[in-house]
T-cell receptor, first 111, second 112 residues
Framework: QKEVEQNSGPLSVPEGAIASLNCTYS??????FFWYRQYSGKSPELIMS??SNGDKEDGRFTAQLNKASQYVSLLIRDSQPSDSATYLC???????????WGLGTSLAVNP | DADVTQTPRNRITKTGKRIMLECSQT?????MYWYRQDPGLGLRLIYY???????NKGEISDGYSVSRQAQAKFSLSLESAIPNQTALYFC???????????FGSGTRLTVV
């Protein structure tokens, strides 16, 4: 059973701090990795995708991938209360047929 | 207009009734998916379709059926609704390959 694991949280950080969200996966054949943000009662929204080892930055968001360790992370710099949401990690299965989802990490940014 | 549109947004139905949830998209994506989300259980895949003639069961297909009427339309049916099908349902779409999904706004279904 291919799995994606995340700490459920809640992760609580003060406004302006760096939030670090982590995800591990079991399928060594996976090639693409995604972070989604989901506000309560709303649909998931794609915020980052990463395909190669290393860092990828987009505004206040940085995704980090280490395929050898089967680990992907999301850093949110200068966290804002509006970043309070559940963050879902998704990994494309090695056969490219569908995404495997983690259960999400709840983030609370305190003013 | 939204790229992925789900109807209805909210629905309350009675046990034993047949109900259809609809999804349409204007993104030109070839792949479409139906998920349900329950607190603590995450997103669970019900059915997925890679094109009009390629429909596959997901991890929780029992009690559900689907129809891919066109590349842009993918409907989910509950043949005889039961209370444990009360959930938030999402349609999602993607291109073939290593691409992320685009989600519709969701349908909140309550079976009483």
């Amino acid at each position: 059973q291919k799995e994606v694991e995340q700490n459920s949280g809640p992760l609580s950080v003060p406004e302006g701090a760096i939030a670090s969200l982590n995800c591990t996966y079991s399928d060594r054949g996976s090639q693409s990795f995604f972070w989604y943000r989901q506000y309560s009662g709303k649909s998931p929204e794609l915020i980052m995708s990463i395909y190669s080892n290393g860092d990828k930055e987009d505004g206040r968001f940085t995704a980090q991938l280490n395929k050898a360790s089967q680990y992907v992370s999301l850093l949110i710099r200068d966290s804002q209360p509006s970043d309070s949401a559940t963050y879902l990690c998704a990994v494309m299965a090695g056969n490219n047929r569908k995404l495997i989802w983690g259960l999400g990490t709840s983030l609370a940014v305190n003013p | 207009d939204a790229d992925v549109t789900q109807t209805p947004r909210n629905r309350i139905t009675k046990t034993g009734k047949r109900i259809m949830l609809e999804c349409s998209q204007t993104k030109g994506h070839d792949r479409m998916y139906w998920y349900r989300q329950d607190p603590g259980l995450g997103l669970r895949l019900i059915y997925y379709s890679f094109d009009v003639k390629d429909i596959n069961k997901g991890e929780i297909s029992d009690g559900y059926s689907v129809s891919r009427q066109a590349q842009a339309k993918f409907s989910l049916s509950l043949e005889s609704a039961i209370p444990n099908q009360t959930a938030l349902y999402f349609c999602a779409t993607s291109f073939t390959g290593n691409y992320g999904y685009t989600f519709g706004s969701g349908t909140r279904l309550t079976v009483v």
